[in-house]
């Protein structure tokens, strides 16, 4: 059985690995294939150094991402409760129905601070009244707001 080499990825490479990833591959595919079109490196002391300091400033980096995260959901939850103004009908029913745009521009209206539409899940709301929203900061970071449909 042939010995293993390893190799640090200089490109994410499909069912190897991503960038900088530290992989162990046959000797003839990395000498043949992979060294040639320069899409490796082998893997020495000091690149193997280099790769940890890469990967601490990453962790470092979405550590941080996440503190901030949680900043902003601090933010979100004193306050609580947006107010979103929408036509209304017979019944207290309103015209159309309360989007993840709106309930974003109604953030950003109340905290300066802009929210990704795409991450904010809204209830069906057709009538006016209170609703809760989850609002997605960061992927282990989620804030619950309420909010409140009111009469144009």
Excluded: C, W
């Amino acid at each position: 059985m042939a010995k293993r080499v390893q190799v640090v990825l200089n490109e994410s490479i499909n069912k190897l690995g991503q960038n900088g990833d530290l992989v162990e591959v046959a000797p003839g595919y990395a000498r043949n294939y992979l060294i040639p079109k320069k899409l490796v490196t082998l893997a020495t002391p000091g690149i193997l150094r280099q790769v940890e300091q890469r990967k601490e400033k990453e962790r470092q980096k979405l550590l941080a991402q996440r503190q901030e995260a949680e900043g902003r959901k601090t933010v979100l939850e004193t306050i609580k409760r947006f107010t979103i103004r929408k036509e209304v009908g017979e019944g207290e029913a309103i015209f159309g129905t309360v989007t993840s745009s709106e309930v974003a521009e109604a953030i950003q209206a109340a905290t300066n601070q802009e929210v990704d539409r795409r991450g904010i899940t809204v209830p069906d709301i057709n009538k006016t009244g209170f609703y809760e929203a989850t609002v997605k900061l960061h992927p282990e970071v989620t804030a619950t707001i309420e909010i409140q449909v009111a009469p144009l």
